[in-house]
C-alpha cells in the first residue's frame, strides 16, 4: 500500500509541474463565442501582384453583417489580417464556397489558390468553387441590406444544383476540381456567375487549360456542355432556331476512336419529349415528326461540332475524350502525344434522337 | 497488496479471438499510408498475391499452435532451441517489438496531430496514447486479448464506408486501367514488401500460445482473419485509386484519411474525426500487446524468467519505451527524408519476421522431432 501511495504523490507532483508551468498541449481555443467561421472568401486581383480577398463577418451571429476587404500578398495572411481588424478570432472549418474573380482565372491561373485549400485539412474538400464575372465586393456591399443571408442562399442553390446532377449548372467542388486538374487527359471547368445591376446570375461554364481560364461557354454551348459530360440532363432545352422547347432530357453518349487514333466518333442518344411548339409543321403526322427530329438532331450536331471545333481549338478536353483511349490491357499513352493527337483529331458528332410527341394538345392547324 | 498479474493464465481464448486479432493485428498502420506507395491498379494483384502467401504462412502458423508446446509458452521454446538461443532470440524480438511499436505509434499520433489538434505537441499525444495502452496491458494479457473484441467492433465495419466511392461520379472504370502491368520498376518491389510487411503481426501469437485454446478448427479461423484483410486492403485500395486516380495517388500524405474526409452527413460534419479516435482502440489493443510482449521478452533476455512480474519493471520497460518513442519523433519522425528510413526499415523488418518466424518454427519442430499427432492438444 505504502508503494502505491508514494508513486501516486510522484504522479501528481509531476502532473502538477507539467501542467502550472503552462506546458500544457492544447494551445487552441476553441470557445465557441470566440470564434467566427467563414462561410466564403472572395478573390480578386488587387494592386501590384496582390490578391483582394473578401467575406461577410460574423457570418453566423445575429449581428449586424459588414463586408471586410483585405488586400495581401499570401492568401493565408489574410487570415491574420481579418482577425486584426476584428474582435473575433476567424476559422476556416466551415468555409462552404471560394469565389473567384475572371480576371484572377485568366490571368494568373488557380494552381496556388487549389493548393492552398488541398493542403489545409480544416478546409473541406467539398467546398465549392465559381468563378464570378464583376465585382463581388460591390455586388455584396449593395446587397447585403437587402438580403442578409446572401452567402446562405448562394451556397443553399449550388447544393441544391449539386445534388443528383440536376442538370442546369455545372457545379464543382475542390476534390472534382482537383482530380480534373491533375488527371492526365482532363481539364478542368467550373460554373460562372455574373454581375449585373445588383443581380448575380448563372452565366456558362468556364474551360481551363490546366489551371488558366481560357474561354467561358454561355447560353447553348453551356447546355449542350450540360448534356454532354456534367449532368446528362436538362429540364428544358430551348432550340429557339426551331421554336421548340425540350424538356427533361436525358443524354447516353458513347465514344469509338479509330486504331489509328485519327477519328473519334461521339454518339449521343438523347431521350426527351416536346414540351412546347410555335412552328409551323403538324407533329401529330407521323411523317412531320420524323422530319422534325432530323432537324433537331442536325441543328444540335451542327452546335456540338462547332463546341467541339472550339475545344480543340483552344487544347482543353473537359470532356476527357483521351481516357477513351485507355485500354485494360495496354500501356497508357503519353499525355503531350495525346495532346498532339487532340488537336488534330477528327471528331464526328452523330446524335440518335428519340422523341415523346406532344401529347394530349391540338396542333394549331387542325383547329384552324 | 496484490502482485501484479501480468502473465497469469485463468482461462483460454477459442479461435474466434484468435480470427480477431489476426485481422486486427495487420490493420495498424500501413494500410492508411498503403496506397500512397502502390499507385498502379494492377497492384491490386499484387495484395490478393501477398494474401495468399499470407495463407500459407497462417498454414504453417496453424501446425504450430496444434502442437503441445505452442501452449507451453516459455519452456516449450527452451525446449526448442534451449535456454542460451532462446535468450538469444528474444533480445533480437526486442528490436523488432521495438521498431514495430515506434511506426504504429509514432505514425498514429502524427495523423491525429494533422487531422484533429494541429496546434499540439505529438509528444503530448505520445504520451497520452501510451498511458491508455499502460492502463490496458496493466490489466494482463488474457484482458489485453478479450480487449481485441472493442478494438474489432469499433473499428471493422469502417472499410464498408468507402464503398461510396465505388460509385459514379467518382468511380470511372477507366481508373483501374491498365489492370495488367506493363513495366516494372524498383517501386513495384517496394510495393511487394510493404505489403507484406503491412500482412505481418500475426506471428507474434506464436509467443502467446498458452493463451489460446487451439484445436482443429483454429486453422478456418485464421484464415477468415486473414481472407477479411485481403478484402479490406483491396477494397481501401481500389476505393482509392477510384477517389484519386492513379496519377494523384502518390501525391496524398494519408490518403485513406483523406478519403474520409469527403464522407458528409448532416449532423456529424467531420465523420474523418470519429473514425480516426475509434481507430485509437486499434492502435491501443496492438500496443498493449506489444508492450507486454516486450516486457515478456526483456525479462527472458535478462535471465529473470522465474521471478514473477514486477510493477516497477514494467513501468520501467513502458517509460523506456516511451522516451524512445519521443526521441525517435524527435529527432527521425518529423523529417520526412529519415521518416522513409525508419518506414523502409519496418518494411523490411516486418516481412523478415513474417516470412522468417512461422518457417523456422515449423522446421525446428521438425528436426527436433515434435510430432503433431503425438502432440495434438486435447479439445477444450
Known amino acids: 500500500m505504502r508503494l502505491r ?4 504523490k510522484k504522479l501528481s507532483i509531476i502532473f502538477m509541474a507539467l501542467w502550472l508551468t503552462g506546458c500544457a498541449p492544447f494551445t487552441e481555443n476553441n470557445i465557441i463565442e470566440e470564434l467566427t467561421p467563414v462561410t466564403f472568401l472572395s478573390l480578386s486581383k488587387g494592386d501590384e501582384g496582390k490578391i483582394k480577398i473578401s467575406t ?25 489580417s481579418f482577425n486584426l481588424n476584428f474582435y473575433q478570432e476567424m476559422k476556416f472549418g466551415q468555409m462552404r464556397m471560394l469565389i473567384i474573380n475572371e480576371d484572377l482565372g485568366r490571368n494568373e491561373g488557380i494552381m496556388s489558390i487549389i493548393n492552398v485549400l488541398l493542403t489545409d485539412p480544416d478546409i473541406s474538400l467539398r467546398i465549392y468553387l465559381v468563378i464570378v464575372k464583376g465585382n463581388f465586393e460591390e455586388y455584396l456591399e449593395n446587397q447585403l441590406d437587402k438580403q442578409e443571408n446572401l452567402d446562405y442562399s448562394f451556397y443553399q442553390m449550388l447544393k441544391h444544383y449539386e445534388e443528383k446532377n440536376q442538370g442546369e449548372l455545372s457545379v464543382v467542388n475542390l476534390h472534382e476540381f482537383k482530380n480534373l486538374l491533375y488527371t492526365p487527359y482532363s481539364d478542368p471547368f467550373l460554373p460562372v456567375f455574373k454581375i449585373e445591376n445588383d443581380a448575380i446570375s448563372y452565366k456558362g461554364t468556364a474551360l481551363f487549360q490546366n489551371d488558366k481560364l481560357v474561354e467561358i461557354l454561355t447560353t447553348f454551348d453551356d447546355r449542350i456542355f450540360q448534356l454532354l459530360h456534367n449532368d446528362h440532363y436538362l429540364a428544358v432545352l430551348p432550340i429557339p432556331k426551331l421554336q421548340v422547347v425540350l424538356g427533361h432530357v436525358r443524354s447516353k453518349t458513347k465514344v469509338d476512336i479509330n486504331k489509328s487514333l485519327s477519328t473519334m466518333t ?28 432530323k432537324d433537331i438532331q442536325s441543328n444540335l450536331e451542327k452546335q456540338t461540332q462547332e463546341l467541339v471545333k472550339k475545344m480543340q481549338e483552344l487544347n482543353v478536353d473537359p470532356l476527357q475524350l483521351g481516357i477513351h483511349t485507355l485500354k485494360p490491357f495496354s500501356k497508357p499513352m503519353d499525355e503531350k502525344k495525346w495532346i498532339e493527337l ?13 422523341i415523346n410527341p406532344l401529347t394530349d394538345a391540338n396542333s394549331k392547324r387542325q383547329n384552324l | 497488496m496484490e502482485a501484479l498479474q501480468l502473465f497469469n493464465k485463468n482461462e483460454t481464448y477459442n479461435g474466434f479471438y484468435v480470427m480477431l486479432m489476426v485481422n486486427r493485428l495487420q490493420m495498424l498502420y500501413f494500410f492508411l499510408i498503403m496506397p500512397r506507395f502502390l499507385i498502379h491498379s494492377y497492384m491490386i494483384w499484387v495484395i490478393i498475391a501477398v494474401g495468399i502467401l499470407s495463407q500459407l504462412n497462417i498454414l504453417l502458423l496453424s501446425k504450430w499452435f496444434l502442437t503441445r508446446i505452442s501452449s507451453e509458452g516459455y519452456n516449450g521454446f527452451v525446449q526448442l532451441f534451449g535456454k542460451k538461443l532462446v535468450r538469444l532470440l528474444s533480445f533480437i524480438g526486442l528490436f523488432f517489438i521495438l521498431l514495430k511499436l515506434f511506426v504504429i505509434m509514432l505514425g498514429f499520433s ?3 496531430q494533422i487531422f484533429m489538434f494541429p496546434a499540439t505537441d505529438s509528444n503530448w499525444l505520445i504520451f497520452f496514447i501510451m498511458l491508455s495502452c499502460l492502463y490496458v496491458a496493466w490489466k494482463g494479457v488474457e484482458k489485453t486479448i478479450r480487449f481485441v473484441v472493442i478494438s474489432f467492433l469499433c473499428t471493422f465495419w469502417m472499410f464498408l464506408f468507402f464503398a461510396f466511392f465505388f460509385f459514379p461520379p467518382i468511380a470511372q472504370l477507366s481508373d483501374l486501367y491498365p489492370i495488367i502491368p506493363m513495366e516494372l520498376s524498383v517501386n513495384s518491389w517496394k510495393g511487394i514488401f510493404l505489403i507484406l510487411s503491412s500482412f505481418s503481426g500475426p506471428e507474434f501469437l506464436v509467443f502467446l500460445g498458452p493463451w489460446f485454446k487451439t484445436n482443429n478448427k483454429t ?7 486473414n481472407a477479411l484483410t485481403v478484402i479490406e486492403y483491396v477494397f481501401l485500395y481500389m476505393a482509392s485509386l477510384f477517389y484519386f486516380g492513379s496519377n494523384y495517388l502518390s501525391k496524398s500524405q494519408f490518403p485513406v484519411v483523406t478519403m474520409a474526409r469527403y464522407f458528409q452527413n448532416p449532423v456529424i460534419e467531420r465523420i474523418d474525426m470519429v473514425m480516426l479516435s475509434l481507430e485509437l482502440f486499434n492502435i491501443v489493443f496492438a500496443v498493449s500487446i506489444f508492450l507486454l510482449l516486450f516486457y515478456g521478452a526483456s525479462k527472458i533476455a535478462s535471465g529473470k524468467m522465474e521471478r514473477p512480474p514486477s510493477r516497477v519493471g514494467f513501468l520501467f520497460s513502458v517509460f523506456i519505451i516511451l522516451i524512445g518513442m519521443i526521441l525517435v519523433n524527435e529527432w527521425i519522425w518529423k523529417s520526412d527524408e529519415k521518416q522513409v528510413i525508419l518506414l523502409n526499415l519496418q518494411i523490411l523488418a516486418g516481412s523478415l519476421s513474417y516470412l522468417v518466424v512461422p518457417i523456422t518454427m515449423i522446421v525446428v519442430m521438425k528436426i527436433k522431432g515434435v510430432n503433431k499427432h503425438e502432440t495434438t492438444k486435447e479439445d477444450g
Open chain 1, 56 to 80: 461577410i463577418l460574423p457570418s453566423l451571429s445575429k449581428e449586424k453583417k459588414s463586408v471586410v476587404t483585405q488586400e495581401v500578398s499570401l492568401i493565408k495572411e489574410v487570415l491574420r
Open chain 2, 110 to 112: 502524427e495523423m491525429v
Open chain 1, 342 to 354: 487532340y488537336k488534330k483529331m477528327d471528331i464526328k458528332i452523330k446524335y440518335n434522337i428519340n
Open chain 1, 266 to 293: 461521339y454518339t449521343v442518344n438523347i431521350d426527351s419529349r416536346i414540351e412546347e411548339y410555335r412552328g409551323e409543321k403538324q407533329l401529330f403526322d407521323p411523317q412531320d415528326l420524323e422530319d422534325f427530329k
Open chain 2, 219 to 225: 486453422f478456418r479461423y485464421l484464415s477468415y482473419g
Open chain 1, 5 to 8: 501511495k508514494k508513486m501516486a
